[in-house]
């Protein structure tokens, strides 16, 4: 069947600038992750949801940083008034629960590379 | 802290050779730990899990060793070969947490 989906694939934007990256998980998954990857670093967790509890919005990194999943499918990923140090590779994961149930494997997107001029 | 980190940052490996990737991580209450592998310009792919009440499992030409005195973890790959070249990481967590903390990954090369 078919992955976890991202769009878009990159997208350069200007210093100041919003943008919004887009997450469609497996159907069926309750849960879902977003995590940002810099250049020759690890996974970094951003947010995470689970069906319709509050999410986990620990990792974002400033109050420019926001996301929603509506419906319980598609999430977006919207950072404000983009800086440079925000250029990375933004991952989406879905997995059919959150947590250490049975299935919790994550499964990833291919991400979006993100890059601020 | 909590903390996953990697030993080498670069392994090289000529094919057919076995690989070992080690990676220590300082949170003695993580209780579950994964392997993901990483290809150029893809998402993570899940190799194998072990939990904390294992001290090994076994995968199609991978296994993963879990020393919880030292906290350390290894993924052992048997007969390396060209398309097992990627960056792999390991990920904790701990119970009731539904956050992965990443290593900063080891770079695999294989060469003929």
């Known amino acids: 069947g078919a992955g976890v989906s991202q769009s878009p694939s990159n997208k350069v934007t200007e210093k100041g600038k919003d943008v919004e990256l887009r997450c469609d998980p497996i159907s069926g998954h309750t849960a879902l992750y977003w995590y940002r990857q810099s250049l020759g670093q690890g996974l970094e967790f951003l947010i995470y949801f689970q069906g319709n509890s509050a999410p986990d919005k620990s990792g974002l990194p400033s109050d420019r940083f926001s996301a929603e999943r509506t419906g319980g499918s598609v999430s977006t990923l919207t950072i404000q008034r983009t800086q440079q140090e925000d250029s990375a590779v933004y991952l989406c994961a879905s997995s059919l629960e959150g947590g250490l149930a049975l299935n919790y494997e994550q499964y990833f997107g291919p991400g979006t590379r993100l890059t601020v001029t | ?112």
């Open chain 2, 1 to 112: 802290g909590e903390s996953v980190g990697l030993h080498l940052p670069t392994l090289s490996v000529q094919e057919g050779d076995n690989s070992i990737i080690n990676c220590a991580y300082s949170n003695s209450a993580s209780d579950y730990f994964i392997w993901y592998k990483q290809e150029s310009g893809k998402g993570p792919q899940f190799i194998i899990d072990i939990r904390s009440n294992m001290d090994k499992r076994q995968g199609q030409r991978v296994t993963v060793l879990l020393n919880k005195t030292v906290k350390h973890l290894s993924l052992q790959i048997a007969a390396t070969q060209p398309g097992d070249s990627a960056v792999y990481f390991c990920a904790e967590t701990f119970y009731n947490t539904d956050k992965l903390i990443f290593g900063t990954g080891t770079r695999l090369q294989v060469f003929p």
